[in-house]
């Protein structure tokens, strides 16, 4: 029980990977699904997740609204019990809101991620009480998603492209420690972007969360787990094929993050939002709002 209490917690940590900030020029992260198979070990499942931006500063994009929405199918699947693979496939639908009313979107298939994970702590004893899980994962992102170098002719940015014609290589950690029926789980992630196919770089991503969570687990198979935390992220510039910096882009923040897993039998759903505690994006040209979260699981 304590194996399967810990494997079904850590899901959690997919939902607080960072969003990376959109409006920065950077695609959304999402580096790696977390630990998010239950006792059965494998997984599918689907998840909506938005982050939304609004023009802050002087100039013409003040009150301009950006809402960046992914919906993505998912997969983990244990080939053994140290080596599992995480996948997903992602679609995207971006929308510009302008100050002076005019409405823009893009909509697509975006690049879709396969991670090769290892298990390197299984429930690891510590004390009388702790128990620690540690699994790392490695893969990348491939250039399948719809990307327009020609973008700007529509008046919106590299950002704002389904894909990103490039390959992203990915990296990431997920940690639990349980304490009876309490504990912690960290995640930190990276992510480095090839040249696009117009020579263009989008920034690196690094994200850490650390999150605190406590187990209810009532009759009738139902089990609830409120989790609360804190997650930050710091997003490199876009270069130009000049390797030149792309002014505007590129930033940091921390977010306060709260959400509640709830179980029954099978079937999964769980609820996460995001609320900046500090950021400074886009040379402050640029504010981030609440991002959210909402996934569906089935474990068999």
């Known amino acids: 029980m304590t194996r399967y209490i810990t494997l079904l917690v850590v899901f959690f940590l997919a939902l607080s990977e960072s969003f990376?900030?959109?409006v920065c020029g950077c695609s959304a992260s999402s580096a790696g699904l977390g630990l998010v198979s239950g006792f059965r070990n494998h997984t599918l499942g689907l998840r909506w997740s938005e982050a939304s931006f609004e023009g802050a500063g002087e100039g013409?994009?003040?009150g301009a609204q950006d809402a960046f929405h992914t919906y993505e199918f998912f997969a983990r699947y244990h080939l053994s019990s140290r080596w599992l693979l995480a996948a997903g496939l992602p679609y995207r639908?971006?929308?510009?809101?302008?100050?002076?009313?005019?409405?823009?979107?893009?909509?697509?298939?975006?690049?879709?991620?396969?991670?090769?994970?290892?298990?390197?702590?299984?429930q690891q004893q510590l004390g009388k009480s702790g128990k620690l899980y540690l699994e790392v994962q490695a893969g990348a992102k491939f250039p399948l998603g719809r990307y327009n170098s020609d973008i700007h002719q529509e008046n919106l940015p590299e950002n704002f492209n389904t894909g990103y014609g490039c390959f992203a290589y990915l990296a990431q950690a997920n940690a639990v420690l349980l304490m009876g029926k309490a504990g912690l789980?960290?995640?930190?992630?990276?992510?480095?972007?090839?040249?696009?196919?117009d020579d263009?770089?989008?920034?690196r991503?690094?994200?850490?969360?650390?999150?605190?969570?406590?187990q209810l687990q009532p009759a009738g198979g139902w089990l609830f787990i409120p989790l609360a935390g804190l997650s930050v992220e710091q997003i490199g510039a876009d270069r130009y094929?000049?390797?030149?910096?792309?002014?505007?882009?590129g930033g940091n923040g921390g977010f306060a993050l709260?959400?509640?897993?709830?179980r029954y039998r099978d079937w999964q759903i769980a609820f996460a939002a995001r609320l900046p505690a500090w950021q400074s994006y886009s040379d402050g040209k640029v504010d981030a709002r609440t991002r959210l979260t909402l996934e569906l699981s089935y474990f068999f």
Request: charged content about 15%; glycine content about 12%.
């Open 20 to 22: 990376a900030c959109e």
């Open 258 to 262: 709260a959400g509640v897993n709830v």
């Open 200 to 203: 263009y770089r989008f920034g």
């Open 60 to 62: 013409q994009d003040v």
């Open 185 to 197: 789980s960290w995640s930190a992630s990276a992510q480095f972007n090839g040249r696009s196919t």
């Open 205 to 214: 991503q690094l994200t850490s969360s650390l999150l605190g969570f406590y």
């Open 93 to 122: 639908r971006n929308v510009r809101q302008a100050s002076d009313g005019d409405r823009l979107s893009q909509d697509g298939f975006s690049d879709p991620r396969l991670l090769v994970g290892y298990v390197l702590l299984d």
């Open 241 to 249: 094929p000049t390797g030149l910096s792309v002014h505007g882009t």
